[in-house]
């Protein structure tokens, strides 16, 4: 794993050492870079693969095309002989130099080839052409910036592009607004106005200083209700194992993230049964505080089942001890406070382990979260006569629990978005803020420049119009099935695909765990069980009494009982409970009104409103009271 920069259009070898110099927590191994006439890249590795070889940036075999690169080709050794059939000769045991090689092949055509993740600059000499490319779900990042003479930098995190003279450090007022709605900064946006993220299954491509952003990979929700739910467990399951055994290439120590749930359990099942084991496993737990949210002990029986080497790390954060480093990592508000946790565990496993497996991703592909389970009942409680609806939000309007299952909360979130479209009520149930909750949120000068402005919420957008995620970038036309055919709950994790997954679990899983040199591997986002699962009916991902049924039903034979029975919990702090026992510390530091009102964005009186009723115990406002503390903090370390 590692850290990239390059430019076009320039080429200065102080300024490509500054930018390579800001990621050396993604690779602490070693550094490179490499000058031409009008380019430049750098490198920073990780050593995971042919730690002896595979030094970046690297050349093509006839010193054509140099490349800088990011990720983990898995399917490199099938690549590389079926290109050694073709013709091609190597030097090495890298991926690298075999994605080259690909290049040479099959030009950009090359990335539908690849199984892994990645994010590469390519330069073609020949054609004077630069290619960025990032990974189908998004687990490695890349940001990139043009500057007044059509010249292009990038770089793995936005860090390696701010010292790069001309690039715009100035807040852009439409992320703010996407960050108060979604905890994070959607692409192609960044919380800088002059720097960009490639989304997800995207290609850049600079020629002589025109620039084209296309879609290269997505998947859409299609659909087969015939097979039952026997029929669909046999055919996901050698995927799925394929999957988790592809993910085992390192010639490192190798570990996997435990939490007792299924997905995790999953993993090291398999792990387990192939001849892998002991596993090194891993989990996260808490002191008295935080019981509701503990996991260590399902974590802990799991681990004894397959007798793997556990290891245990308890938490009792103090909330702003990590805060500068978090933001630090991310370079851009991030409003997730699991963020912390993994960023802590990170530290831990890494002193054990450089490369570890996690269970991101099952809930998306399989049904996991239960707002899947509310699209299919709301579709019977959206005739609800208002009158009882009105009756049923006056009874769950009491006190809110800070706990991990707060069931008051959840029924509230859950009657209000029946009064809405169904895209929109899913927005309202992944985002945090609706507008006019925002404009209530904002400053009134921000607010009236705002207005303006679209200010469109993508997981409504992806939602509403599968097939057509990111379409404003040159993306596909209409999906296959029109919208009005795909059921909410594929249509739901189809946004999901496009949203929650990529920008909030996976760029903080890689952020965090980059931060402190792990590199992490997700096999449940491998993109063929991703299309596999798009198949599936939502009456096999989720039922009334049971979600991801398809995984249950592979595991039925093979977890512990309990795991199979367990409701989710999820990989959460006690936020609520830190909040509390810290606000009038947290607001006096981060939140007092005369620092609002220097800073100009929020108001005031709307915040204040938030922390009195979280004070008075009225309502949990925790979560939206640290997204805040996150945006100052980082306005003090990129603003100020």
């Not at 000499?125 to 930098?153: I, Q, S």
């Not at 989990?283 to 996991?295: F, I």
């Not at 909330?319 to 409003?335: N, T």
């Not at 991902?541 to 977890?559: D, Q, Y």
Request: with cysteine.
């Amino acid at each position: 794993m590692c850290g990239i920069t390059g430019m076009v259009g320039l080429a200065d070898r102080e300024l490509l050492a500054t930018m390579t110099a800001t990621l050396r927590h993604r690779g602490p191994d070693a550094d490179g870079m490499q000058l031409g006439e009008g380019w430049a890249l750098g490198h920073r590795r990780l050593s995971i693969i042919d730690l002896s070889g595979g030094a970046q940036p690297m050349a093509s075999a006839d010193g054509t095309c140099w490349v800088t690169y990011n990720g983990e080709i898995y399917n490199f050794r099938e690549l590389r002989t079926q290109l050694q059939a073709r013709g091609h000769a190597f030097t090495s045991r890298s991926d690298t130099e075999v994605l080259l090689a690909a290049y040479r092949e099959w030009g950009d055509a090359c990335v539908d080839h690849l199984l892994g993740m990645f994010a590469f600059g390519l330069w073609d000499a020949p054609r004077r052409r630069l290619l960025l490319a990032r990974d189908r779900v998004g687990v490695k990042p890349l940001y990139y910036a043009f500057l007044d003479d059509h010249a292009l930098v990038f770089g793995s995190e936005p860090k390696a592009l701010l010292p790069v003279p001309g690039v715009s450090r100035e807040l852009d007022p439409v992320a703010l607004d996407a960050y108060l709605d979604l905890y994070y900064v959607p692409p192609p946006l960044s919380m800088f106005a002059g720097i960009r993220q490639l989304p997800p299954g995207h290609l850049l491509v600079w020629q002589d200083g025109a620039v084209e952003i296309r879609r290269w990979w997505d998947a859409e929700p299609a659909v087969i209700e015939q097979r039952s739910l026997e029929e669909w467990a046999e055919i996901v399951q050698p995927v799925l194992e394929d999957a988790i055994l592809a993910r085992t290439v390192a010639d490192v120590p190798l570990g996997a993230f435990l939490s007792g749930g299924i997905d995790s359990s999953t993993i090291v099942a398999v792990l387990s049964e192939h001849g892998h084991g002991p596993v090194e496993t891993f989990c996260v737990g808490y002191g008295a505080e935080g019981k509701s949210y503990d996991e260590r002990a399902e974590a802990r029986a799991v681990a004894q089942c397959f007798s793997t080497h556990h290891h245990e790390l308890e938490l009792s954060i103090d909330v702003l001890s990590g805060l500068e480093a978090m933001v630090r990592g991310f370079d851009e508000p991030f409003g997730s406070p699991t963020a912390m946790l993994s960023s802590a565990l990170s530290r831990f496993v890494r002193g054990h382990v450089t490369v570890a497996l996690a269970g991101d991703g099952g809930d998306e592909l399989f049904g996991g979260y239960p707002r899947y389970r509310g699209l299919r009942l709301s579709e019977l409680a959206a005739h609800i006569p208002e009158p009882l609806l009105g009756l049923a939000e006056r009874a769950v309007a009491g006190r809110e629990q800070a706990t991990a299952r707060s069931y008051r909360r959840w029924a509230r979130q859950f009657l209000a978005g029946l009064r809405l479209p169904a895209a929109e009520r899913y927005g309202a149930w992944v985002a945090y803020a609706r507008l006019p909750e925002r404009d209530a949120l904002l400053a009134p000068a921000l607010r009236e420049r705002l207005r303006a402005t679209t200010r469109a919420n993508p997981v409504v957008e992806a939602f509403d119009h599968p097939g057509r995620a990111g379409s404003e970038l040159g993306g596909p036309g209409p999906a296959r099935m029109g919208p009005a055919r795909i059921g909410l709950v594929e249509r739901a994790a189809y946004a999901d695909l496009h949203g929650f997954l990529p920008e909030n679990v996976l760029r903080g899983s890689d952020r965090m765990s980059m931060a402190h040199g792990l590199e992490l591997r997700v096999p449940l986002c491998d993109h063929r069980l991703v299309e596999l699962t798009m198949q599936i009916p939502a009456r096999h991902r989720v039922g009334w009494l049971a979600s991801k049924r398809v995984l249950r039903k592979i595991m039925g034979e093979r977890l512990p009982a309990h795991v199979l029975r367990r409701r989710k919990l999820g990989f959460n702090a006690p936020l609520g409970v830190w909040m509390r026992r810290d606000l009038d510390r947290l607001v006096q530091r981060w939140l007092a009104p005369e620092l609002l009102l220097r800073r100009g964005l929020l108001a005031a009186d709307e915040v204040g409103r938030l922390v009195d009723e979280h004070r008075r115990g009225v309502r949990d406002h925790g979560l939206r009271l640290w997204s805040l503390i996150v945006l100052e903090q980082w306005l003090r370390l990129y603003a100020d």
